[in-house]
């Protein structure tokens, strides 16, 4: 049998011939998908209705993304290797379809493309087609963890995936394209973290074909000793497979791939067996081949094979031009299809050879469908890590520091399937707590006085956004759990990135047979209203704004106001299923309002009157003061505190809002609030006063359906900001509680009049504080030392 080879024996002629057929099946039915609606096998000559109208899709990538599916699928069958394929150059859409149609997967996902002649037929129509599938490799693919659509996170996907998985092999076929942008770039040192011991392995696999798509490849160009130094000082020793000649290549790259696979086997023994975790010399292939390998050498005169034609399409007008019909069936045909496939279309067995047993094929691996192998994670219980709140405000925290001893705690019971991530910030933010348990994961030299390194740390921090994003992403999409924590201003670094997450979670809604994954949680720290040290380069609150334009479905948004919310919010999202969460709170010493008990029911609520701050005292009020963050609801507070004092008649509502998507409507967002609720909350009529941590803007498009929009006055971020204390940031911003107050005068009917002093006195009192902190240095004693006076009762 199979599984009885040799998997160190040298590819042998019956192997070789083996490998040629599957090689060329792929390729056929890679070019039928670009080009064929009918007559999938070429039962009868080509004619310009059998082509699609709109020739669709990247070939030049193919050929060699088939080559590496087919050998692979050669050492996964001699060796019985769990192992997944992801595909830098994800527009090879066409070529990594081909292989699960062969493997019988898709099939097996969507029974209509059966495979069969009929089944073709559907296989290739719907391929960048309407109603069809993207060009990309994207969700609809079995075995697919990796949208293609923007390059740059194949690798750092490839290594989130390969943790925690230790039998996995991560076969990552980085496109020379694509390993020219800086997401890449970073992602070669991602093996710094990766153990041996306790991982899964990845096997980079760089492809040269030379040629993006219009222009030569950097990495292709370069002598090839400084491409390999390169490689080398990354910590790999790469083996190169390079020619023309298919016998030839096919037997250098299964020798590469057999010594590849014989060091990853040898480096995880002596890990396993030893305990000693050192960081090893991880092998790599490069890989050069032509682009567009065995497709038109020349087009009207032109070279194509080889070169930045090959790209795309390389006979584009097939449906007018007779001599590319002609050359395109030469093409098709010179795969000699009548040795591929059988009378009904079905590949035959010397093909079907190559293909692994069920989960052992790439495109049915479990892993590759996380929702299927994820997992609960053990939570303690989070009301044991809250803080003591006898009346509002009457005690202070860093909300993030209790999230971080429930963190460690979440560490200690989920070993094996939860990371905390961050850019060289999770003890900056106060979460530092998890050090108590655990390490920061680090393979690399390890030097007296460093803090908390280890090889088998849970904590993945690197100076990289991206890296922490798209480690993050694999281990989500390989069905585990995690959290990533950063300063609020830099996590739009991975704006693009997020894009893509939220595209793929949209469309896995979709297909019934992929399950959800655990949701991608963002702690956002360091946020725009509390940057002593930092200022104005560290001050911006628009990630919020961007993660909206998502998917309602998809997209949740959390502003806890205090410690107690902010541990509810916490563990609600690690519940969470298929969602990315935003999360915004402070680590800075703040007034703590709810109980824990409170702060859970308000966190279910989403928002909510806080009647011990409110003066309506069941009644209709005169205004709403309304907030959303925790500075905004501090500064609200102290206003509704001097409205109270100075205007003892004024029936002032404070609603805070954690839940931002309580907002919208009902219609526009499951968690969305119905109208009437909303009104109930914020009537119908009279003035709202809402303190925003964020752009004031948003708020406006979340409300603008509602019935008092026109009422709505939203104070937030106005792009003010430098190196001052926390006061003077409110005041540049017009978000402080003395112009809150001014706001209420204003906007309040008939009140301006008979509060004209007090107006007055909030003007002036801005004005002496921005002097107190100009001369002094710090905020001024009345706002420093204020604090909220009053009962829950």
């Not at 920061?440 to 390890?446: D, I, P, W």
Request: proline share 7%; aromatic share 8%.
């Amino acid at each position: 049998m199979e599984t009885a080879l040799d998997p160190h024996a040298p590819l042998t002629d019956y192997e070789l011939r083996r490998l040629n057929l599957y090689w060329r099946a792929a390729n056929y039915l890679t070019v039928g998908q670009i080009y064929l609606m009918t007559n999938p096998l070429l039962r009868e000559p080509l004619t310009p209705e059998q082509i699609k109208p709109r020739l669709l899709g990247h070939w030049g990538t193919s050929p060699g993304l088939n080559l590496l599916y087919a050998h692979l699928n050669r050492t996964i069958v001699r060796r019985r290797l769990p192992m997944i394929f992801v595909t830098g150059p994800g527009h090879g859409g066409p070529a990594i379809v081909a292989n699960t149609w062969l493997e019988g997967t898709y099939s097996e996902r969507y029974p209509s493309v059966d495979r069969d002649e009929a089944g073709m037929e559907r296989l290739f129509r719907q391929f960048s087609f309407p109603g069809g599938i993207p060009s990309h490799v994207s969700a609809e693919v079995p075995g697919s963890i990796h949208e293609g659509g923007e390059l740059g996170y194949s690798l750092m996907h490839s290594y989130g995936a390969a943790f925690d998985n230790p039998d996995l092999i991560v076969a990552c076929v980085i496109g020379d394209g694509e390993a020219e942008t800086g997401p890449l770039a970073g992602s070669w040192l991602s093996n710094v973290f990766l153990n041996p011991a306790r991982d899964g392995a990845v096997l980079p696999i760089l492809h040269l074909n030379g040629y993006k798509i219009g222009n030569p490849t950097i990495l292709d160009r370069i002598p090839q000793q400084d491409l390999l130094s390169v490689l080398h000082g990354y910590g790999y020793r790469p083996y190169v497979v390079a020619g023309d000649e298919p016998d030839r290549v096919h037997r250098e790259l299964a020798a590469a791939l057999d010594r590849a696979l014989d060091e990853i086997a040898a480096i995880q023994g002596r890990a396993r067996s030893t305990g000693v975790v050192e960081r090893p010399r991880w092998p790599m292939i490069v890989l050069r081949t032509p682009k567009g390998w065995t497709g038109p050498h020349e087009v009207d005169g032109r070279r194509v094979e080889g070169t930045f034609r090959a790209h795309q399409v390389p006979l584009a007008g097939v449906r007018d031009n007779p001599e590319h019909l002609a050359q395109l069936e030469r093409w098709m045909r010179g795969y000699r299809p009548e040795e591929l496939f059988d009378a009904t279309g079905s590949p035959v067995p010397e093909v079907c050879q190559l293909v692994p047993e069920g989960d052992l094929r790439m495109s049915a691996n479990p892993r590759t469908n996380g929702g299927e192998v994820l997992r609960d994670l053990v939570l303690p219980d989070y009301r044991e890590y809250g803080v003591a709140v006898p009346e509002p405000g009457a005690t202070a925290a860093g909300a993030t520091t209790p999230t971080g001893r429930w963190l460690r705690d979440v560490i200690v019971a989920n070993p094996d399937r939860f990371r905390l991530f961050g850019p060289d910030e999770v003890a900056s933010n106060k979460l530092d707590a998890v050090f108590e348990v655990t390490d920061r994961v680090f393979v690399a030299e390890r030097q007296p006085g460093d803090d908390h390194l280890s090889p088998d740390g849970r904590v993945m921090e690197v100076l990289s956004e991206h890296l922490c994003e798209g480690w993050l992403e694999g281990y989500l999409l390989t069905g585990r759990h995690g959290v990533f924590t950063s300063y609020e201003a830099f996590i739009h670094i991975v704006d693009s990135m997020v894009n893509q997450h939220a595209k793929w979670l949209k469309t896995t809604s979709d297909i019934p047979w992929r399950r959800p994954l655990a949701s991608l949680n963002y702690l956002l720290s360091s946020h725009v209203w509390r940057q002593d040290h930092n200022g104005f380069s560290h001050q911006d609150p628009g990630f919020i704004d961007h993660v909206v334009n998502k998917k309602a479905e998809v997209v949740r948004v959390y502003l806890p106001p205090d410690a107690n919310t902010l541990l509810s919010i916490m563990d609600h999202c690690l519940r969470s299923r298929h969602y990315i969460n935003v999360v915004v709170a402070g680590k800075q010493p703040s007034p703590n309002w709810l109980s824990m008990d409170e702060a859970v029911l308000h966190c279910q609520r989403g928002l909510g009157i806080w009647g011990w701050a409110s003066t309506d005292e069941g009644a209709e009020p005169d205004v709403v003061l309304a907030c959303a963050g925790d500075v905004p609801t501090l500064e609200t507070l102290a206003a509704a505190d001097l409205l109270r004092r100075h205007l003892p008649d004024l029936r002032v509502r404070v609603v805070n809002v954690v839940d931002l998507m309580r907002l919208q409507s009902e219609v526009a967002h499951p968690h969305g609030l119905p109208d009437a609720q909303f009104d109930t909350i914020f009537t119908r009529s009279k003035p709202v006063i809402f303190a925003y941590h964020g752009y004031p803007a948003l708020i406006h498009r979340l409300t603008y359906r509602r019935a008092n929009h026109d009422n709505l006055h939203v104070r937030g971020y106005q792009e003010e900001g430098t190196t001052t204390t926390p006061f003077d940031m409110v005041m540049l911003n017009q978000l402080d509680r003395f112009h809150l107050v001014v706001d209420v005068i204003d906007r309040v009917p008939g009140l301006s009049a008979r509060a004209a002093h007090l107006r007055q006195s909030m003007v002036d009192a801005r004005q002496e504080c921005r002097d107190y902190t100009r001369r002094y240095g710090e905020d001024a004693p009345r706002v420093a030392e204020w604090r909220w006076v009053g009962t829950r009762g």
